[in-house]
T-cell receptor, first 116, second 113 residues
């Protein structure tokens, strides 16, 4: 149980285009989902907290207009990287916190984004 | 500001030995602390959670200790195997229950056969 999926697993796009990444909790409902970014040889950095039915909360330094987050249901959150540039190339990982209020979060497998 | 420190250098040990990884934190009063494993190109996988009022937690070959006086958690893998080779991340969590995880930089463990 407690499986989180991400789609796509990798994507290559041209500079200036927008990319949407989906995060789904497959066998549980998640009131809260989190989006992280990880650069090579570095740890995960929290980008934003996504609550179902409300606006996302962004960490300091993360542009909310560039990284659009939508949490339309208890099992799906999406991250859209708008007008992507090469510096946005990174490994994007989501996590989901079960509705039951457990402290544990379950992570997706990640999405590798390469912007040319 | 809050700071989490893990051994940045890779830890190399021989198969069968016990691996000990360290997580130190400052300017923090975590209600609990989590340990995750991350393999290259994959998302983290939850391993263990230890609360502030617990000194030690075990799960199979894994053991975690939590010393709130030293502001330190130790993560032990006994009878290590090459399959244990991965990066291990610690994440102290405050009592606000926001669920936000701030990770240490991780320690890479390499177990040699």
């Amino acid at each position: 149980g407690a499986v989180v999926s991400q789609h796509p697993s990798w994507v290559i796009c041209k500079s200036g285009t927008s990319v949407k990444i989906e995060c789904r909790s497959l066998d549980f409902q998640a009131t809260t989902m989190f989006w992280y970014r990880q650069f090579p040889k570095q740890s995960l950095m929290l980008m934003a907290t996504s609550n179902e039915g409300s606006k996302a909360t962004y960490e300091q330094g993360v542009e909310k207009d560039k990284f659009l987050i939508n949490h339309a249901s208890l099992t799906l959150s999406t991250l859209t990287v708008t007008s992507a540039h090469p510096e946005d190339s990174s490994f994007y990982i989501c996590s989901a916190r079960p509705r039951t209020g457990q402290e544990t979060q379950y992570f997706g497998p990640g999405t590798r984004l390469l912007v040319l | 500001s809050q700071k989490i420190e893990q051994n940045s250098e890779a830890l190399n040990i021989q198969e069968g030995k016990t691996a000990t990884l360290t997580c130190n934190y400052t300017n923090y009063s975590p209600a609990y602390l989590q340990w995750y494993r991350q393999d290259p190109g994959r998302g983290p996988v939850f391993l263990l959670l230890i609360r502030e009022n617990e000194k030690e937690k075990r799960k199979e070959r894994l053991k975690v200790t939590f010393d709130t006086t030293l502001k330190q958690s130790l993560f032990h893998i006994t009878a290590s195997q090459p399959a244990d080779s991965a990066t291990y991340l610690c994440a102290p969590v405050g009592s606000s229950n926001t669920g936000k995880l701030i990770f240490g930089q991780g320690t890479t463990l390499q177990v040699k056969p």
